[in-house]
């Protein structure tokens, strides 16, 4: 079985422009979370979804915006980039929210540098 | 952003050598989770604990959800090269106080192993 397909996997922005990242849940799976992993630090929780809804939004500026599509992907999109942008865009996708079925399960990520 | 503290913030130990780290925080947690995260990619979910005092293994890693819901522990038992990584707590706070099912990252342990 597939796990969590993220992409692009690498990508280059310059200051003011945006990006949109892709996230493809595990199959079955019904709820996914960005994160955001700066160099050097743990992940820090951005949006969750569950059933195409926002269920959860992180301590994040409005130019992070996300949504969770009928087959339950998600697109994450960040406006205005700033130099403070760049790092690790992680999704992680898990069977629900709650106890015994909200474990994560990550992708690889998307690495975004913004100069 | 809000990490919890994890200890040591890095080991380098010996081959064959058993492993502790731990999490700890001034709030409760309903779920613990561990992982290992590789240079270059996203972290990978090593052991889920639900329940205060419980005492879960996953081959030579063992981990166990603190009594007070404060804090938890891993144990890595006879490293081996393979082992090296940065390990990950997280901790899922009652939706009550978040209210949403996020998950609060460590500061990580970046563990080395010499063979």
């Known amino acids: 079985d597939a796990g969590v397909t993220q992409s692009p996997t690498h990508l280059i922005k310059t200051r003011g422009q945006h990006v949109t990242l892709r996230c493809s849940p595990i199959?079955?799976?019904?709820?996914v979370s960005w994160y955001q992993q700066v160099l050097g630090q743990g992940p820090q929780f951005i949006f969750q979804y569950y059933e195409k809804e926002e269920r959860g939004r992180g301590n994040f500026p409005d130019r992070f915006s996300a949504r969770q599509f009928p087959n339950y992907s998600s697109e994450l999109n960040v406006n205005a980039l700033l130099l403070g942008d760049s790092a690790l865009y992680l999704c992680a996708s898990s069977l629900g929210q709650g106890m015994n079925t909200g474990e994560l399960f990550f992708g690889e990520g998307s690495r975004l540098t913004v100069l | 952003g809000q990490q919890l503290n994890q200890s040591p913030q890095s080991m380098f130990i010996q081959e064959g050598e058993d492993v502790s780290m731990n999490c700890t925080s001034s709030s409760i947690f309903n779920t613990w989770l561990w992982y290992k995260q590789d240079p270059g990619e996203g972290p990978v979910l090593l052991i889920a604990l639900y329940k205060a005092g419980e005492l879960t293994s996953n081959g030579r890693l063992t981990a166990q959800f603190g009594i007070t819901r404060k804090d938890s522990f891993l144990n890595i038992s006879a490293s081996i090269p393979s082992d090296v990584g940065i390990y990950f707590c997280a901790g899922q706070p009652p939706l009550l106080t978040s209210g949403t099912y996020k998950y609060i990252f460590g500061t990580g342990t970046r563990l080395k192993v010499l063979a």
């Open positions: 199959s079955g799976h019904k709820s």
